[in-house]
């Protein structure tokens, strides 16, 4: 596992809403995805770009998760959440992002829903 990886804190779940939720769920998948889309722009000439265009790709894709699982972004449930994120992990595969980062960012945000069903 590389050093990289974005860990949910106990912190981060007080107080926790599906609003809350989602952006975390944004935030994870970009440390997730970074190093993937960073080789990405790479190999296509567009060279590093910077963390605000990378930050708002992902937050695209994201918005398109939530979409192909059926949900609302900006009106996210316990469920849909779920649902997302299951496309997410699917997507990042498809990406070629290492097996064991996608394992490990599921799991954060699997430990993220556990808490925030009881509440939804």
């Given amino acids: 596992?590389?050093?990289?990886?974005?860990?949910?804190?106990?912190?981060?779940?007080?107080?926790?809403?599906?609003?809350?939720?989602?952006?975390?769920?944004?935030?994870?998948?970009?440390?997730?995805?970074?190093?993937?889309?960073?080789r990405t722009r790479l190999k296509l000439g567009a060279g590093h770009?910077?963390?605000?265009?990378?930050?708002?790709?992902?937050?695209?894709?994201?918005?398109?998760?939530f979409k192909e699982a059926g949900g609302d972004y900006d009106h996210p449930t316990a469920g849909t959440l779920a649902s997302a994120i299951d496309v997410l992990a699917?997507?990042?595969?498809a990406w070629g992002t290492p097996a064991d980062i996608v394992r490990h960012h599921h799991e954060q945000i699997e430990r993220l829903l556990g808490r925030l069903a009881p509440a939804a």
Avoid: N
């Avoid at 596992?1 to 912190?11: A, F, G, P, R």
């Avoid at 939720?21 to 935030?27: G, I, M, S, T, Y």
């Fill in 1 to 38: 596992m590389t050093t990289s990886c974005w860990k949910l804190t106990e912190d981060r779940l007080t107080d926790l809403t599906p609003l809350r939720a989602r952006d975390l769920v944004v935030e994870c998948f970009y440390f997730a995805q970074h190093e993937t889309l960073a």
């Fill in 90 to 93: 699917r997507k990042a595969e």
């Fill in 49 to 65: 770009g910077d963390e605000a265009s990378m930050r708002a790709s992902v937050a695209m894709a994201v918005r398109l998760a």
